[in-house]
């Protein structure tokens, strides 16, 4: 029974930053491999950045290397992205998403057994 709520997107001009929260019920973080990804109108959903267990960072998409942070607040069950110098190109519906485990890389979606159900993030020019 995991659960993820997403919240914190909104419209934003270039430039600017947001920060996105993923609440998490059901499991505790610490059990629990997150990562964000996102989907813009006519595209396929895309990795964006994920986070382990042991709270180490493992990769992220090199689209937002050097702008966005994910970072985890466990006694929180909390999991942030934290994105700054958005771009228009940024603007998506951006989905948490959690595994306990997967054969799967975890920058692949397949490797998520639970998702959110988004937040819009826009960005104008």
């Known amino acids: 029974q995991i659960q993820l709520v997403e919240s914190g997107g909104g419209l934003v001009q270039a430039g600017g930053s947001l920060r996105l929260t993923c609440a998490a019920s059901?499991?505790?973080?610490?059990?629990?491999?997150m990562g964000w990804f996102r989907q813009a109108p006519g595209e396929e959903r895309e990795f964006v950045a994920h986070?382990?267990?042991?709270?180490?960072?493992?990769n992220y998409a090199d689209f937002v290397k050097g702008r966005f942070i994910i970072s985890r607040d466990t006694a929180k069950n909390m999991v942030y992205l934290q994105m700054n110098n958005l771009l228009p190109e940024d603007t998506a519906v951006y989905y948490c998403?959690?595994?306990?485990?997967?054969?799967?890389?975890?920058?692949?979606?397949?490797?998520?057994?639970?998702w959110g159900q988004g937040t819009q993030v826009t960005v104008s020019s």
């Open positions: 059901g499991r505790t973080l610490s059990d629990l491999y």
């Open positions: 986070i382990g267990r042991a709270g180490v960072v493992s």
């Open positions: 998403a959690a595994t306990l485990g997967s054969s799967y890389g975890l920058n692949i979606g397949k490797a998520y057994a639970y």
